[in-house]
Nanobody
Framework: EVQLVESGGGLVQAGGSLRLSCAASGFTFDDYAIGWFRQAPGKEREGVSC????????YYADSVKGRFTISSDNAKNTVYLQMNSLKPEDTAVYYC???????????????WGQGTQVTVSS
């Protein structure tokens, strides 16, 4: 069974930085894509970033390009989301999720973490 555990959320002032971690277990890490999503109150869930563990290819939503960086440490089975220049509109619960294959594959993300709150104050 795939298990994902997020950490690293918190309260930060606008312009600040946070690094989220997603520790994964229960699958062959190199065969999966790990994505970060977020959901703010009253809004739909939004895909933020994704990394394909097989070749390291990445995806970013336009709203975070140039500010967020996704990376993976396969030895630790952990994916990170470095978030810089944070804005109040980045406030949301952030979730990591896993699926087989690679980021752009049509397969849905089937395993989800419990989420971690990120709050950016103005």
């Amino acid at each position: 069974e795939v298990q994902l555990v997020e950490s690293g959320g918190g309260l930060v002032q606008a312009g600040g930085s946070l690094r989220l971690s997603c520790a994964a277990s229960g699958f062959t890490f190199d065969d999966y894509a790990i994505g970060w999503f977020r959901q703010a109150p009253g809004k739909e869930r939004e895909g933020v970033s994704c990394i394909s563990s097989s070749d390291g290819s990445t995806y970013y939503a336009d709203s975070v390009k140039g500010r967020f960086t996704i990376s993976s440490d396969n030895a630790k089975n952990t994916v990170y989301l470095q978030m810089n220049s944070l804005k109040p509109e980045d406030t949301a619960v952030y979730y990591c999720a896993a699926k087989g294959y690679y980021c752009s594959h049509k397969a849905p993300f089937g395993s989800w973490g419990q989420g971690t709150q990120v709050t950016v104050s103005s």
